[in-house]
């Protein structure tokens, strides 16, 4: 017999409120420390902790070693975290997309930032609502 996974209702937004509130942060991050950013396991942990911090729901996390670099996609019942990091070069890319106003993709990419020892940070926010 197959079990019934219980379905959730989202909630009418109130009068004002957009239908979908969605916030991604995205951005080079430069002068990076190029021991994490080859390190496929401490990569993985820094995006575990970017998704607590952000207040997500964490589903599941995958990682690739390419070359020197790493590239990290943790899937978030909200949207994404990803990291591609350039060891060679001292640089990475980050974006942190995210649903629903209980989130804070900003303080997960500022988490990301910092734990990678970031120098330098070009950081972008897109607002992604439907009215």
Partial sequence: ME??????????PLPGEPRVYGVHVYGNLYGCDPSILSSEER???????AAHIGNMTLLDVRSWK????????AIVL?????IHTWP???FA????YSCGKHTSPQKAFDYIAAA??????????ATRNLE
């Fill in 3 to 12: 079990a019934k996974q219980a379905v959730r209702v989202r909630p009418e």
């Fill in 78 to 82: 909200e949207s994404h975290i990803t």
């Fill in 116 to 125: 990678l020892k970031a120098e330098r940070v070009e950081k972008r926010v």
């Fill in 43 to 49: 990569l993985r942990r820094i995006v575990v902790n």
């Fill in 88 to 90: 060679e070069y001292s």
């Fill in 66 to 73: 390419i070359g020197e670099g790493v590239s990290i996609v």
């Fill in 93 to 96: 890319t980050v974006d942190v």
